[in-house]
């Protein structure tokens, strides 16, 4: 895999909420989801208020300025000191070139930032790269936390365990 670092960081903003929708699109295409069927509509109906700062956040990695997005990646907020990962994506014609990880250090930052205790996420199994990622990056199997059964895994990150 190679090393990306020259990727452009992108939050959402007004003029970006159809990029968010192109690729949420590709997305359930991908994974054969229909939205409405797994209340996966809600954040994707507001996005502006569900990653809305200083809590939450939501951004886009960009080869160059002025291209479309090879992938994107949120966090927001859950309860006291806790948020979650969420829209994790990178284009399937983009993947294995770091751009994940790229987006990954962005949330953990971020989450950091903002003093978060923890981060989890939700993943289905057959997601095998991403497993693979979030595994190398220190992320543990976790209980379920939210009501999406069809993930399959979930994964914790305590920010209390990294090495000072």
């Known amino acids: 895999m190679a090393e990306q670092t020259?990727?452009?960081?992108?939050?959402?903003?007004?003029?970006?909420?159809?990029?968010?929708?192109?690729l949420m699109k590709r997305f359930f295409e991908e994974l054969n989801i229909v939205p409405e069927f797994h209340r996966y509509d809600q954040d994707i109906a507001a996005p502006m208020v569900t990653y809305a700062p200083p809590r939450a956040g939501l951004w886009f990695a960009r080869v160059q300025k002025g291209q479309p997005a090879v992938g994107l990646a949120g966090v927001r907020s859950l309860a006291n000191r806790t948020c979650e990962l969420k829209r994790f994506y990178v284009v399937p014609e983009e993947r294995h070139k770091g751009y994940g990880q790229f987006l990954l250090n962005q949330a953990m930052g971020f989450a950091r930032q903002n003093e978060y205790f923890e981060i989890l996420l939700s993943v289905r199994p057959e997601l095998k790269d991403a497993l693979s990622l979030y595994q190398r990056n220190g992320f543990t199997p976790c209980a379920c936390y939210n009501e999406d059964r069809r993930a399959g895994i979930f994964f914790s990150y305590k920010f209390s365990n990294e090495v000072k």
Request: proline share 6%; no cysteine; aromatic share 6%.
């Open 6 to 22: 020259s990727l452009i960081l992108d939050p959402l903003r007004v003029n970006t909420l159809s990029e968010f929708t192109r």
